[in-house]
């Protein structure tokens, strides 16, 4: 939350100019917050699905390739999972005029939780459909199974936003460079 108030003589700030707050009476209990929208939520989850969908497709591509195992292919995916979803994030908030360094830490905020939320729906679907882990990419099964569990991780993903957004946090730090 940003406070508009003034340093005091022992480096304290006054906040007794909230300027756009209403009056938070001391700031015990209040959430500060207006509900997030489902609209706003879809949006980041799309935001993050788009990430996480190229880390993982190149995941399992660059591992089946090089005939890797399931778990160093899945563990592949997962990591340029989240290395494509912050980057799109990075992306953006560069082109807003921040640095590198802050920018990284507006993506690790903003992404970490739906990130991990995300993967974990999505690669726990995979593990559960019969069959998924033992198909490759020219198998109808593999891409049929990847598909289910982007959706099954989108369905997930998006409430956590919605409340996480609601509350400030994920890509709600965000829409301040947009």
């Known amino acids: 939350m940003e406070h508009h108030g003034h340093a005091t003589h022992d480096g304290h700030a006054d906040h007794s100019e909230h300027t756009g707050h209403a009056d938070h009476g001391g700031h015990s209990g209040h959430s500060g917050h207006a509900p997030a929208s489902w609209a706003m939520a879809i949006q980041a989850t799309l935001h993050c699905l788009t990430g996480c969908a190229i880390g ?7 591992g089946t390739a090089l005939g890797w195992h399931n778990v160093p292919t899945m563990i592949l995916a997962i990591a340029l999972a989240f290395v494509f979803g912050y980057s799109l994030t990075i992306r ?13 830490r507006v993506a690790l905020a903003a992404d970490t939780v739906s ?3 995300m993967e974990l729906a999505d690669n726990a679907t995979i ?15 593999f891409w049929l199974s990847l598909a289910l ?3 099954v991780a989108f369905a997930v993903t998006t409430p956590v936003n919605r409340w996480m957004i609601g509350r400030g946090k994920g890509h709600a730090v965000v829409h301040q460079y947009h």
Do not use: H, N, Q
């Not at 993982?56 to 660059?62: I, K, P, S």
């Not at 593990?127 to 099964?141: C, E, K, R, S, W």
């Open 127 to 141: 593990l559960v459909f019969p069959g998924a882990m033992d198909a490759t990419l020219a198998d109808a099964l």
């Open 92 to 104: 953006g908030v560069l082109r807003a005029g921040l640095d590198l360094r802050a920018a990284l």
């Open 56 to 62: 993982e497709v190149l995941g399992m591509a660059v």
């Open 149 to 151: 569990s982007f959706v």
């Open 115 to 117: 990130i991990a939320v």
